[in-house]
Structure formats: structure tokens, C-alpha cells
């Protein structure tokens, strides 16, 4: 049954990343709390939950339905208390009193004499009642009849108890810890990063634009110090995940189904966004719900690299993510397609030459997530990329100058669909790595034709890997393979003829990274910048990462404060070796529902870009 139809108006098509975020939300509080449920049912104990700041939680409606199949273990032994704002309450029981559906859910209703009750049934009741009282709180508490050991509490506060300052919030949790056989499952927003980091500064604008800051997360950003904060308050056990430590708990089967839903491909804005969530749980009973085989945190090896950084302002032509750009002989730098409202095709450039470019760009279709190559002949090789995320594109299409004006022309398509994918030259060739997970890891470019080559090594087909090659030797640095996993791996390879020889070399934490781009800055030392990890949200010493490939270290490359505050949001751009410097340039993401962030351009070295323009067409 459809529980939300009595509370929501009108329905509204929200992106896929929303609906994964708040589905994910509400999984982990109700998978939380029907493992406690089956803990005290164990037990023959009977179950309270006091959901805090319910607003239109369909939690109670949805766990007390005889006929929803998922209740039948424990009707009859749960009863539900929806705590929130006096105004709101007063709506929510008018809603309630419309619904037949709902009324006979929860059953007839009793009289109460519990100061704040708007409405009570056997197994259910709406309190109203504005936490800053604790008093009152307190008074209602007491009231309800909850100090029996023979009743299990459950505690709730999904994105509430955050807009509260600490010095309101803390005695809520205070005195439900005093209570026996208490759970608090407490779900907010973190700030794993700091304010500065892209998300973290777009999530805390937004909810200071609303005028509902929140005020929790300031004090307590953190994972371990929502655990210190729990414990303070009396409880003493408490553990805790982030959302995507939840989602990589589920069972690959629900992954599945999540997955088969709507066509997704906004990995990093949804990790980004996991990131930035705590679920928590905290008791004074002895039972827990975490799995303790958790990652131990582990401790960077710091770089004596010093990078010379520098941000250049953006145009508004260049709020695009993942568009594809590349560097000219002539150090002219091209950058096409990628999205911003919609899907783009036009082309913009960046030269130090005054001339300016006419395109025919009637061929070229919309997309993002593809390549764009400069070949031997001067010629310019789009690849593939993607429509919507369920339409991958095998389309090639090729830039050539005539009479001083250039044209897109269609070019021999990739033997199968490929988007997310990776390229890099030889002198001779263009090769393409990933971006089809059933397809050749590899594919050549040559004499106007694409050829699978021959791969050998443990590795497989991934999307969105970071990958180099410096004439001699290439690396390629995580990826997400077709089972949804995040590769932590540096592989190094060579090129013999039509074969790829592939070895493993490193595996690191600080590899694990999906939409990351990586350069040689010298033949043994590499770069790597930005992406995301499922592992960790990437901070001021994360982001950019030195790799040694003659010892095989891994080191953290540490961002100046006055940088890291302006930081681009290093996600869906392009790195580009531009004379002596390196350029991040186009990227950004939608931060979930708190708004969008487009990148500045990050400079790595004394070079100063060209002013971009928009192609005349």
C-alpha cells in the first residue's frame, strides 16, 4: 500500500538521485528498527516507538497494517507515539481523520488525559509537543507509562533533533537514555570534511537560506563525535555509519532491485550526498546492530610535493559536468558537450590565437561522458558518451578543418555502446579503455577503424577509471566494475603490437576512486585528482594523491586553507596537461536537493588558461 497518497497532495517527479537519497533514508531507520523490534519480540517484550519530529512519517501507518505482509510477526505487539509541532499535529490528525484507510489502521479512538495528545488509539497516539521543553517533555515521558524493563523503547529522530542547538537537544537525549531498555536511532547530516568541502558548503548554505540552519552539525561533524555526544548524554553504547556504509551493507539482491528501478548514473552525487549522513544507534541495553567488521580508519602518508595552485573564474558557458575537452598541438584547448540544465553539443575554446573557429555541429548529437582525442592528421575524434543514463552511445563523429571553417562527420562507430570511458595515444593510435562492462577492455583506433586488442592481466572492463600512458608504460587507477564495486587498484600496462600486457601493482585505500583523473608529472611519479570513493569522502589531504610507482607509495597531498576553501568540487571535470601546468576545468554536480555547484578553473602550476569562447556555429 501507498502510505505517502494521504499526506502528499500532488505527486512530483523528483531526480533519481532524490529518490534514492530519501529511499535510502527511510531504509535505514526502518531496517534499524525492525532489527530491534525482532531483538525484544525475542524476548517477549513488548515495543514502543517514539518517533521524533514525525512530521508525515508513514512509519506507524505502514508497520501497523494488518495487511501489509512485512507486519505479521509483530501486529498487535507495537504501538506508535508521533511526537512534533502543535500546528502540525493539528493538520496531520485532520489528514488522518479524512482517511478511512488510515483510521482503520490504527482503530477507534480512546480518550487521553496526557497533556499534548491530539489524537490516541490502542496502538497509536499523536503528541504534540515542542522539544525546546524539556519540561514538558519530561512530564509526557513520565506519562506514558514507559519505565517497565518489559518494554523495549525505540527512539527516532530522522533529520530533527538537527535543526535544534545542543544545549536544547542534548537533554532530549539525556532523558530518553534514563529510560530501560532504551534505543535512540538518530539519522542526520555530517560534515566528514568541513564546511568547505564542495557539498558540506552547498548542503550548509541551503538550509541557512531556508532559515533553518542546522545547528547540531557544527558542534558535532563528525562520526566519532556523534558517538562522544551519545555517550555524554548517557547512553553507554553507541555506534554508527554513514549512509553509504549502510548502502554498501545491504545484500547485493536489494542493490539489485534499487538499481532495476529507474535508469541511474549519478554515482557521485549520491556518495557525496551518503557521505553526509550519519545513522546511529545508541543503547543502554547490550544489544547492537552494526556489523564491527568495520574499515579501520588509517593514517595518510603526507607528500613534500608543493603544488602551485590557482583558480580562475568560470564563464557561464563552462557549467558543464562531464564533458569531454582536449589539448591541441598548437595549445589550443577544446571542450565539448557535457550538461548543465540539459545535454550539450556545442564546443567551446579556450586559445591564446586571436582567430576564431566556425563548427558545423548539425551532425552532432547532444551528450556527456565521452572523449574527445586530437589524432596524428590534426583531425579531432569524439567517442561516445551517453544520452539519458540508460542510452549509452556507440557514435563517433570527427572535427576537421576545410576552407578555415570545421565540420562534425560521421565516423566508424565503437563496436558497442561505451560512456564513462577512458582514452590515451601513442604515437600512431588512439585507444579506448572501459565504458562498457560486457565489452573488450580495450579498443584501438587505427587507419579509420576501431580493432578489440588483446588484453592480458587480471583485469576487466570498468567505467569512469582514471588512466595515463607516457609513451612507454600506462596506469589505470580505480573504476567501477558491473557489480557496482569501486576499485581501490593501480594496474600498470604496456603496449606490444595488438596486445595489452596488465599487471597489478598497487592496492590503497586512497586508490579507491570513481570519476578521479590521473597524470605522469615525471616517468615515475604520478598525480591523481579528485573522484569519489565509497570508502571515504575526500578531504584537504585526500584529494590530490602523489603515487611513486618505483616504490609504490601512496601519498596525501595536502591543500593550502586559502585554496581548499574555493576548491572546485572535483567530480564530472576534465584534467588537461596544458604547457607546464596541469588544468581541472568544467565539472561540478547537482548536491542532492540543496542546490549546484560548477567549478571555477583549478590551475597546477604557473600557467595562466586562455579565455574561453563559445563556438560560432
Not at 586559445?351 to 563548427?359: A, N, V
Not at 586530437?374 to 576537421?400: F, I, T
Not at 588512439?430 to 580493432?451: D, R, T
Request: glycine content about 6%; overall charge negative.
Amino acid at each position: 500500500p501507498e502510505y505517502f497518497k494521504h499526506f502528499v497532495k500532488k505527486f512530483q517527479r523528483r531526480s533519481p538521485t532524490i529518490n534514492r537519497g530519501y529511499w535510502t533514508r527511510m531504509e535505514s531507520i526502518k531496517q534499524s528498527t525492525f532489527k530491534i523490534i525482532q531483538n525484544a519480540l525475542s524476548q517477549e517484550k513488548k515495543v514502543v516507538i517514539i518517533n521524533l519530529g514525525a512530521g508525515y512519517d508513514p512509519l506507524a501507518f505502514q508497520s501497523l497494517d494488518p495487511q501489509n505482509p512485512e507486519n505479521s510477526e509483530h501486529l498487535g505487539k507495537l504501538s506508535f507515539v508521533d511526537v512534533d509541532y502543535p500546528d502540525l499535529n493539528k493538520i496531520k490528525t485532520q489528514m488522518i481523520d479524512n482517511s478511512n484507510e488510515l483510521k482503520e489502521i490504527i482503530g477507534e479512538k480512546i480518550p487521553s488525559s496526557i497533556e499534548g495528545v491530539e489524537l490516541k488509539t490502542k496502538n497509536y497516539t499523536v503528541l504534540s509537543c515542542d522539544l525546546k521543553n524539556i519540561d514538558l517533555f519530561l512530564k509526557q515521558l513520565r506519562s506514558l507509562d514507559l519505565d517497565s524493563e518489559n518494554v523495549t523503547k525505540i527512539f527516532i529522530a530522522e533529520v530533527s533533533i538537527a535543526y535544534m542547538l545542543p544545549k536544547f537537544a542534548d537533554p532530549v537525549i539525556s532523558a530518553t537514555s534514563k529510560l530501560p531498555d532504551s534505543h535512540f536511532l538518530c539519522l542526520e547530516q555530517l560534515l566528514p570534511a568541513g564546511e568547505y568541502q564542495g557539498f558540506g558548503r552547498t548542503m550548509l548554505f541551503h538550509f541557512s537560506k531556508l532559515n533553518s540552519p542546522l545547528n547540531s552539525v557544527s558542534t558535532y561533524p563528525t562520526i566519532p563525535l556523534q558517538i562522544e555526544r551519545f555517550k555524554s548524554c548517557g547512553y553507554p553504547a553507541a555506534e554508527a555509519t554513514d549512509l553509504m556504509g549502510f548502502w554498501n551493507s545491504l545484500s547485493k539482491e536489494l542493490r539489485k532491485r534499487v538499481e532495476e528501478i529507474e535508469a541511474f548514473d549519478e554515482m557521485e552525487e549520491f556518495i557525496h550526498f551518503a557521505q553526509h549522513y550519519i545513522i546511529l544507534h545508541a543503547t543502554n541495553s547490550n544489544f547492537t546492530l552494526l556489523d564491527k567488521n568495520t574499515q579501520v580508519p588509517f593514517k595518510a602518508e603526507k607528500s613534500e610535493l608543493h603544488l602551485d595552485f590557482k583558480l580562475q573564474d568560470r564563464i557561464p558557458n563552462l557549467e558543464r559536468k562531464f564533458p569531454a575537452a582536449t589539448v591541441s598541438k598548437d595549445g589550443t584547448i577544446l571542450l565539448n558537450g557535457g550538461a548543465s540544465i540539459s545535454r550539450l553539443k556545442s564546443t567551446m575554446i579556450g586559445s591564446k590565437l586571436e582567430d576564431s573557429w566556425e563548427i558545423d555541429d548539425t551532425q552532432l548529437s547532444p551528450r556527456m561522458a565521452h572523449s574527445l582525442d586530437q589524432l596524428e592528421d590534426g583531425s579531432y575524434l569524439l567517442v561516445g558518451g551517453r544520452h539519458a543514463p540508460n542510452r549509452p552511445l556507440s557514435e563517433c563523429s570527427v572535427l576537421k578543418e576545410h576552407d578555415g571553417s570545421f565540420k562534425w562527420i560521421e565516423s566508424p562507430a565503437l563496436p558497442e555502446p561505451r560512456s564513462r570511458h577512458s582514452t590515451f595515444s601513442d604515437q600512431n593510435n588512439l585507444f579506448v579503455y572501459g565504458g562498457n562492462f560486457s565489452a573488450s577492455p580495450f579498443l584501438k583506433f587505427y587507419n579509420n577503424k576501431w580493432q578489440a586488442m588483446t588484453t592480458l592481466g587480471e583485469i576487466d572492463s570498468k567505467t569512469s577509471s582514471a588512466i595515463a600512458y607516457n609513451g612507454t608504460k600506462g596506469v589505470i587507477i580505480g573504476g567501477m566494475d558491473g557489480d557496482y564495486n569501486i576499485a581501490d587498484t593501480l594496474h600498470v600496462f604496456e603496449i606490444q603490437g595488438n596486445t595489452i600486457n596488465t599487471k597489478l601493482c598497487i592496492q590503497h585505500p586512497l586508490l579507491s576512486r570513481y570519476g578521479a583523473k590521473v597524470q605522469f608529472i615525471s616517468d615515475d611519479v604520478l598525480l591523481l585528482i579528485g573522484g569519489v570513493s565509497d570508502m571515504m569522502l575526500h578531504n584537504q589531504e585526500t584529494t590530490i594523491v602523489e603515487i611513486i610507482l618505483s616504490t609504490k607509495e601512496v601519498k596525501a597531498v595536502e591543500i593550502s586553507n586559502e585554496v581548499w576553501e574555493r576548491l572546485p568540487l572535483l567530480v564530472g571535470f576534465e584534467l588537461l596537461k596544458y604547457e607546464d601546468s596541469l588544468v581541472c576545468i568544467g565539472g561540478g554536480e547537482v548536491c542532492y536537493s540543496f542546490g549546484s555547484i560548477w567549478n571555477d578553473i583549478l590551475v597546477l602550476g604557473k600557467s595562466k588558461v586562455p579565455t574561453f569562447k563559445l563556438q560560432n556555429t
